[in-house]
């Protein structure tokens, strides 16, 4: 019994090792970071950490209070507050209050190695040996689009994308078919649950490309494979609904950013100038076996070596159903992938559902490598069992092939390294020893110089040499004076230490260039500028750049070097030489109005709010609707004793009825008491909350109770009942 559990547990442990030891700059020293890449520093890390602080007090945040004037965590998606893998993160012990770096770099090891596990499985499920399904692993997690992805919410959907696979094909091979559908589906749907909906897309439209390939070939009964199909996709809708329903839900109240000079409604087309610029380019075909060619986010590099096993694999077991439909997947992912370069991308642009949503075309390199990976175990099991002159005219011919290949890149590196032209000569000698060496190893093979086993650990190895001249090989030095970005974000904290200092909420408005990372949530504080995906419509409709509405608004400072607008004075200047201005017209927080007035539409609204004739101060409006009726007097005394993410108290004495007023996002969800009694919140101004209440003392309680996010837990909680269900009767 022991020696069965080694056996099983050898191929992850060693895959382990492998991983760990590859990624050796993160883990083995701290010479290095992956936190200075991208958005990370900017944008996901502050997302991070203010979720890991919440949960830290015992809170389960589902409100970002520090974002413009307030949005939902679940609806935003990105901050992937519905992934239980993040929850693990968010649990690790703080230094100080603050995330660890070594935790955020073994979290970041450990999600590469989740994904190559999870293709090791797949290669094992469809008879792959052992090495050869360690050498799928890596491929997949250590190349391509798992290892040129940094940005978390658009990597760890990926994890799961070769089990949506293995159950799929579990399920069209027959047994317990119901089961493997569900299990499929489920797996789908927690890619939706890691943040992103872009590489979801993409995925989901191959899994029903596969679906219709097999209801379409399979000599079982067409409604019956139809019958699993649905059950598969519906199983998918249940266990994404709880990132799903909140997204849908935001996604309708605000705008966000797609690469257009002004940001996009729901029911807004994406152009396909934007997809055509997010595109691999032609050029990245080669890219996928030349190091240093077109190298970027979502990359399809898998090196010479590895491609040669995928390629020999897709030959030599071609017979296999399996091995013809991950070759197919994997060239219809890099065709996909080119974009504006391939026609058949614009008709899925045109006819599919959501595929305009999904505006960077190259994530579908995420498909090629789901493909890929397994063909490389397939060539490699090939190799090691190679007999029969099929194999042997094969082999001869692909060792002339990098032969041939390695000299041409061999020579040519050279050429442009004495030519001093400025491209990646140094790294294509790598790639041209690759290309001998693997050569090297199929005659070797086909002589019978090296033994099976021997051959597959050196062809792990080649693997692992070529793709160390890619992966990670441009990782940030963790120093000030080369990558001084992450020190900067530890230079502020004076400034926010003096607003807090001041003992009255307020909120913060600061120069982006300057502070080019969301220091409201890294922070605490709640900032109004704030560089993210999207925004509230209701607020986006304001001119916001008039100082008249950023009065209204509530904005107390202003951050960075000289003043943003006029009647700023300075009253702080931090240690990073960035300087804290007041703004005295600012409005408190919260006050209370007597009057009130309708407007028709946004447009009039918008003048309305930017009018210095109206009186914000003593006079609401509200769209296409009258407000309550409210009585006039003075002598309102309110203020905030509490600003929590899903919770807000204000109390409020009142001399006759009036309206307080509380300058952050509308938005549903939101439930108000006075008193303990039920209060509806007013759309105040068009965008922000209001409650009515009567003359005397009130206790005004706000709490965030999103029906989209509770229903949403409810139901992904019972789809992973189900598929619990499922995996225990699939092993009966």
């Given at each position: 019994?022991?020696?069965?559990?080694?056996?099983?547990?050898?191929?992850?442990?060693?895959?382990?090792?492998?991983?760990?030891?590859?990624?050796?700059?993160?883990?083995?020293?701290?010479?290095?970071?992956?936190?200075?890449?991208?958005?990370?520093?900017?944008?996901?890390?502050?997302?991070?950490?203010?979720?890991?602080?919440?949960?830290?007090?015992?809170?389960?945040?589902?409100?970002?209070?520090?974002?413009?004037?307030?949005?939902?965590?679940?609806?935003?998606?990105?901050?992937?507050?519905?992934?239980?893998?993040?929850?693990?993160?968010?649990?690790?012990?703080?230094?100080?209050?603050?995330?660890?770096?070594?935790?955020?770099?073994?979290?970041?090891?450990?999600?590469?190695?989740?994904?190559?596990?999870?293709?090791?499985?797949?290669?094992?499920?469809?008879?792959?040996?052992?090495?050869?399904?360690?050498?799928?692993?890596?491929?997949?997690?250590?190349?391509?689009?798992?290892?040129?992805?940094?940005?978390?919410?658009?990597?760890?959907?990926?994890?799961?994308?070769?089990?949506?696979?293995?159950?799929?094909?579990?399920?069209?091979?027959?047994?317990?078919?119901?089961?493997?559908?569900?299990?499929?589906?489920?797996?789908?749907?927690?890619?939706?649950?890691?943040?992103?909906?872009?590489?979801?897309?993409?995925?989901?439209?191959?899994?029903?490309?596969?679906?219709?390939?097999?209801?379409?070939?399979?000599?079982?009964?067409?409604?019956?494979?139809?019958?699993?199909?649905?059950?598969?996709?519906?199983?998918?809708?249940?266990?994404?609904?709880?990132?799903?329903?909140?997204?849908?839900?935001?996604?309708?109240?605000?705008?966000?950013?797609?690469?257009?000079?002004?940001?996009?409604?729901?029911?807004?087309?994406?152009?396909?100038?934007?997809?055509?610029?997010?595109?691999?380019?032609?050029?990245?075909?080669?890219?996928?076996?030349?190091?240093?060619?077109?190298?970027?986010?979502?990359?399809?590099?898998?090196?010479?070596?590895?491609?040669?096993?995928?390629?020999?694999?897709?030959?030599?077991?071609?017979?296999?159903?399996?091995?013809?439909?991950?070759?197919?997947?994997?060239?219809?992912?890099?065709?996909?992938a080119l974009g504006g370069n391939s026609v058949f991308h614009g008709m899925f642009y045109a006819l599919a559902p959501l595929v305009e949503k999904a505006r960077?075309?190259?994530?579908?390199?995420?498909?090629?490598?789901?493909?890929?990976?397994?063909?490389?175990?397939?060539?490699?099991?090939?190799?090691?069992?190679?007999?029969?002159?099929?194999?042997?005219?094969?082999?001869?011919?692909?060792?002339?092939?990098?032969?041939?290949?390695?000299?041409?890149?061999?020579?040519?590196?050279?050429?442009?390294?004495?030519?001093?032209?400025?491209?990646?000569?140094?790294?294509?000698?790598?790639?041209?020893?690759?290309?001998?060496?693997?050569?090297?190893?199929?005659?070797?093979?086909?002589?019978?110089?090296?033994?099976?086993?021997?051959?597959?650990?050196?062809?792990?190895?080649?693997?692992?040499?070529?793709?160390?001249?890619?992966?990670?090989?441009?990782?940030?030095?963790?120093?000030?004076?080369?990558?001084?970005?992450?020190?900067?974000?530890?230079?502020?904290?004076?400034?926010?230490?003096?607003?807090?200092?001041?003992?009255?909420?307020?909120?913060?408005?600061?120069?982006?260039?300057?502070?080019?990372?969301?220091?409201?949530?890294?922070?605490?504080?709640?900032?109004?500028?704030?560089?993210?995906?999207?925004?509230?419509?209701?607020?986006?409709?304001?001119?916001?750049?008039?100082?008249?509405?950023?009065?209204?608004?509530?904005?107390?400072?202003?951050?960075?070097?000289?003043?943003?607008?006029?009647?700023?004075?300075?009253?702080?200047?931090?240690?990073?030489?960035?300087?804290?201005?007041?703004?005295?017209?600012?409005?408190?927080?919260?006050?209370?109005?007597?009057?009130?007035?309708?407007?028709?539409?946004?447009?009039?609204?918008?003048?309305?709010?930017?009018?210095?004739?109206?009186?914000?101060?003593?006079?609401?409006?509200?769209?296409?609707?009258?407000?309550?009726?409210?009585?006039?007097?003075?002598?309102?005394?309110?203020?905030?004793?509490?600003?929590?993410?899903?919770?807000?108290?204000?109390?409020?004495?009142?001399?006759?009825?009036?309206?307080?007023?509380?300058?952050?996002?509308?938005?549903?969800?939101?439930?108000?008491?006075?008193?303990?009694?039920?209060?509806?919140?007013?759309?105040?101004?068009?965008?922000?909350?209001?409650?009515?209440?009567?003359?005397?003392?009130?206790?005004?309680?706000?709490?965030?109770?999103?029906?989209?996010?509770?229903?949403?837990?409810?139901?992904?909680?019972?789809?992973?009942?189900?598929?619990?269900?499922?995996?225990?009767?699939?092993?009966?």
């Open positions: 019994m022991g020696r069965i559990t080694f056996r099983r547990l050898a191929g992850p442990g060693l895959l382990f090792v492998i991983t760990m030891l590859f990624h050796w700059k993160l883990v083995l020293t701290n010479q290095y970071t992956w936190l200075e890449a991208g958005d990370i520093g900017s944008l996901i890390m502050p997302w991070f950490q203010f979720q890991a602080g919440e949960w830290h007090h015992w809170r389960f945040p589902m409100w970002d209070p520090n974002s413009w004037t307030g949005q939902p965590l679940f609806g935003q998606a990105q901050p992937g507050a519905a992934y239980p893998i993040n929850w693990l993160l968010f649990w690790m012990p703080l230094k100080h209050g603050w995330l660890r770096q070594d935790v955020l770099h073994w979290f970041y090891v450990l999600v590469h190695y989740l994904a190559g596990l999870t293709c090791y499985a797949l290669c094992r499920d469809l008879g792959r040996s052992r090495l050869a399904s360690v050498l799928g692993g890596i491929v997949y997690s250590l190349a391509g689009y798992v290892a040129y992805t940094d940005s978390p919410q658009m990597l760890h959907g990926a994890i799961w994308a070769p089990l949506v696979f293995l159950f799929l094909f579990r399920a069209e091979r027959g047994g317990r078919p119901l089961a493997n559908a569900v299990l499929s589906g489920f797996f789908l749907g927690v890619t939706w649950l890691a943040g992103h909906h872009q590489m979801q897309i993409f995925l989901s439209l191959a899994v029903a490309g596969m679906w219709v390939w097999i209801v379409t070939s399979s000599q079982k009964p067409v409604a019956r494979m139809i019958w699993l199909a649905v059950v598969a996709f519906g199983m998918t809708g249940l266990t994404s609904a709880f990132q799903t329903l909140p997204a849908a839900e935001y996604g309708r109240q605000a705008v966000r950013w797609v690469g257009t000079e002004e940001p996009q409604g729901l029911r807004e087309t994406v152009p396909y100038s934007v997809h055509e610029q997010y595109a691999l380019k032609p050029i990245s075909l080669i890219g996928i076996f030349v190091a240093g060619v077109e190298h970027g986010p979502y990359d399809a590099y898998v090196g010479v070596a590895a491609l040669t096993f995928a390629v020999l694999g897709a030959i030599l077991a071609w017979k296999e159903r399996q091995v013809r439909w991950l070759a197919t997947i994997a060239l219809c992912g890099i065709v996909f960077v075309p190259a994530a579908a390199s995420l498909i090629f490598a789901v493909g890929l990976a397994p063909l490389a175990a397939f060539g490699l099991d090939a190799m090691r069992q190679s007999a029969g002159s099929s194999v042997r005219s094969l082999t001869v011919a692909a060792q002339w092939v990098l032969a041939g290949f390695g000299a041409v890149v061999g020579f040519g590196a050279l050429f442009f390294y004495a030519a001093r032209v400025p491209v990646a000569c140094d790294r294509w000698i790598v790639t041209a020893l690759c290309a001998l060496l693997a050569a090297g190893l199929l005659t070797a093979w086909r002589t019978g110089s090296i033994s099976g086993r021997g051959g597959s650990v050196a062809a792990i190895g080649l693997v692992l040499f070529e793709l160390g001249n890619v992966t990670d090989y441009n990782l940030a030095t963790a120093d000030r004076k080369t990558h001084p970005y992450l020190y900067q974000m530890a230079e502020h904290f004076d400034l926010a230490s003096y607003v807090r200092g001041q003992g009255e909420p307020a909120r913060i408005y600061y120069d982006g260039k300057a502070i080019p990372y969301n220091i409201g949530d890294w922070y605490g504080l709640e900032t109004f500028d704030t560089y993210a995906a999207s925004v509230p419509g209701s607020l986006w409709q304001f001119d916001l750049s008039s100082p008249r509405v950023l009065d209204i608004l509530g904005i107390r400072y202003y951050f960075g070097l000289t003043p943003q607008w006029p009647g700023l004075r300075e009253v702080f200047e931090g240690r990073s030489g960035q300087k804290v201005f007041e703004n005295p017209k600012a409005f408190p927080r919260v006050w209370a109005v007597h009057g009130g007035l309708e407007v028709a539409d946004a447009r009039e609204a918008r003048a309305t709010l930017s009018d210095e004739k109206f009186d914000a101060r003593h006079n609401v409006f509200e769209i296409g609707q009258s407000p309550p009726k409210l009585e006039a007097c003075d002598g309102d005394e309110v203020w905030m004793p509490h600003h929590e993410p899903n919770y807000v108290a204000l109390r409020a004495a009142l001399p006759c009825r009036g309206m307080v007023i509380l300058t952050d996002s509308w938005f549903p969800g939101w439930r108000a008491s006075v008193d303990g009694h039920p209060a509806k919140i007013e759309k105040a101004y068009g965008a922000f909350r209001g409650v009515v209440v009567e003359a005397g003392d009130h206790t005004i309680e706000m709490r965030y109770r999103p029906w989209s996010v509770y229903l949403g837990a409810a139901i992904s909680a019972a789809a992973a009942m189900i598929a619990l269900l499922a995996a225990r009767e699939r092993k009966a």
